[in-house]
């Protein structure tokens, strides 16, 4: 995964649980584990930007 693709999933993830989409929903939506759902959701936008250097 690149920079932007990572950041992008990160901010759809983000802005369908602000939306109160419930992780269910927003691995079908987004094609996502629920387990990968639930790691971006508890990453803050520092711990992300480490994650993808």
């Known amino acids: 995964m690149n920079v932007a693709e990572?950041?992008?999933?990160y901010l759809d993830i983000q802005?369908?649980?602000a939306k109160?989409?419930?992780i269910s929903q927003i691995s079908r939506r987004?094609?996502?584990?629920?387990t990968t759902v639930y790691?971006?959701?508890d990453m803050t936008p520092?711990?992300?930007e480490q994650f993808l250097e």
């Open 6 to 9: 990572g950041w992008n999933m």
């Open 15 to 17: 802005d369908l649980k």
């Open 20 to 22: 109160h989409f419930n």
């Open 30 to 34: 987004l094609d996502l584990s629920r």
């Open 39 to 41: 790691k971006y959701l």
């Open 46 to 48: 520092e711990e992300m």
